[in-house]
């Protein structure tokens, strides 16, 4: 089958075209031929040569999240999954190919009306955001600022928080084009990346927010934190600007009489069952209007290396995703 790997770590040139044999799945896992598959930050990250201390080597198959039809089940693996047109989570790895595998109790059915394209571009977003917001204790009124919505995580937040009646949807972008893309999603005020509005935005932002779900973090940290109303909750999903100051903790002790909250979330701790409940539900959601996936772009898999340039060069809102000939 065709893959594409990791031959050299740095710039996009290094992802090269591979034959690899068909994966064959192990007990507890499921093999999908692959219809879609999500170009994510952490994809860029891996092939960029950043986290090469985690040990990844050269030949390595970046892609964690991919939709397909189930065509071999391992040992212990419910055989009715086969024939089945599902989603899946690869962990790391192995997603840039014809077929991989996945551990079966990620699986999630594709439900009628779904494609396999929305389904990478809402499937790891998506956990990430409802469990983000639960994590923040949100509740119906309580004003938002999503932190770097134009990303997959922060299009699922925005559309979740409008839906679950949030007072407002304030949203940090680069650009008043992008803006007017969020707005159609829920957003209710568009700030520029350091948090500053414009014109009637300006005029009636929030002066702060009782929840900030932050997927940037970076040496703006603090002046966002510290945008957060009394009682206020900060939950850090991502890093795209790497780490906050070595001394972020000193804003925490400093605004003590607001009894602001800083929290990181990842999905690490929330058990698979509800992940997948969650996957779930938000297909469902999606089936019947109530959630918008944006695929930036579908490219086919032979064009990783562009689409690894795209995401490089900051292009993208939501996902591209790549599709395998024939997917
Ligand atoms: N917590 C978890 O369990 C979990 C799971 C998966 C991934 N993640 C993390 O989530 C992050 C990726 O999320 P994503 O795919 O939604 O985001 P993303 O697309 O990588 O970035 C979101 C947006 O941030 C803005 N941005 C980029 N660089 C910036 C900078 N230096 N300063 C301010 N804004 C900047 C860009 O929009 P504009 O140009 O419009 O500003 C970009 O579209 C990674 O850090 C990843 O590790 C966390």
Same mark, same amino acid.
């Given at each position: 089958m065709k893959a594409v790997a990791?031959? #050299?770590?740095?710039? &996009?040139?290094g992802l090269a075209i591979i034959d690899l044999p068909d994966p064959s799945p192990a007990a507890g896992q499921a093999l999908i031929a692959v219809e879609a598959i999500g170009v994510g930050g952490v994809d860029v990250l891996i092939r960029s040569g950043a986290v090469a201390a985690y040990g990844f080597q050269a030949g390595h198959v970046p892609g964690s999240e991919i939709a397909g039809t189930v065509t071999a089940v391992g040992d /212990?693996?419910?055989?009715?999954?086969?024939g089945r047109r599902a989603w899946g989570f690869t962990g790391? /790895? %192995?997603?840039?190919?014809?077929r991989a595998v996945v551990d079966a109790d990620t699986l999630v059915s594709l439900p009628e009306g779904l494609s396999a394209a929305d389904a990478v571009t809402l499937g790891t977003s998506g956990v990430v955001a409802e469990h983000a917001l639960r994590h923040a204790h949100f509740t119906r009124g309580e004003s938002v600022l999503v932190r770097g919505a134009a990303g997959g995580i922060g299009i699922v937040t925005i559309q979740l928080a409008a839906r679950e009646g949030a007072g407002a949807v304030a949203v940090t972008t680069s650009s008043a084009e992008r803006g007017e893309r969020l707005r159609e999603l829920g957003a209710t005020h568009v700030l520029d990346r350091a948090g500053r509005a414009d014109g009637a935005d300006a005029d009636? #932002?929030?002066? %702060?927010?009782?929840v900030i779900i932050d997927i940037i973090a970076g040496a703006e940290l603090p002046s966002f934190f510290a945008?957060?109303?009394?009682n206020g909750r900060m939950v850090a999903v991502g890093a795209v600007a790497g &780490?906050?100051?070595?001394?972020?903790g000193m804003e925490l002790f400093t605004a003590f009489q607001r009894s602001m909250s800083f929290a990181t979330f990842s999905t690490?701790?929330? &058990?698979q069952a509800a992940r997948t409940t969650t996957t779930a539900d938000l297909f469902a959601a999606a089936t019947r209007g109530e959630l918008r996936s944006v695929v930036h772009e579908l490219l086919p898999l032979d064009q990783a290396v562009l689409a690894h340039q795209k995401m490089d060069a900051g292009e993208v809102l939501g996902r591209v995703v790549l599709v395998p000939a024939g997917g």
């Open positions: 990791i031959q #050299a770590f740095g710039g &996009p040139e /212990g693996v419910d055989a009715s999954w086969l790391l /790895g %192995g997603g840039y190919a014809e009636d #932002a929030p002066a %702060g927010y009782d945008a957060l109303n009394p &780490p906050p100051p070595a001394d972020f690490n701790t929330v &058990p």
